[in-house]
């Protein structure tokens, strides 16, 4: 059973930045796909941006050329860098396979304010 652990998220102002982290036990991050997720109440949790084992990057078009994922392999974590936030951004921020497992994270709080 894996137990994914999100972190870094806040509270910003519009143009603002964070970086989130996540890190896991019971597997190892290092050997999947990788991706960030994001969830607003009532909508479903959508995928962001994802970085396979290998480091290539994808983007879903509403964060491409603001948010950065990235992935350290020694220390078997995940991260994502946001820059230039925007209101719209604010959600629960969770990462998970890009073809998840069931279990998730409680995710991370990014509030942007306008």
């Known amino acids: 059973q894996v137990q994914i652990v999100e972190s870094g998220g806040g509270s910003v102002q519009a143009g603002g930045s964070l970086r989130l982290s996540c890190t896991a036990s019971g597997e190892m991050l290092r050997t999947y796909v990788m991706g960030w997720y994001r969830q607003t109440p009532g909508k479903q949790r959508e995928l962001i941006a994802g970085i396979t084992s290998g480091g290539n990057e994808n983007y879903s078009e509403y964060v491409k050329g603001r948010f950065t994922i990235s992935r350290d392999n020694v220390k078997d974590a995940v991260y994502l860098q946001m820059n230039s936030l925007k209101p719209d951004d604010t959600a629960v921020y969770y990462c998970?396979?890009?073809?998840?497992?069931?279990?998730w994270g409680q995710g991370t709080q990014v509030t942007v304010s306008s």
């Open positions: 998970n396979k890009v073809m998840p497992w069931n279990d």
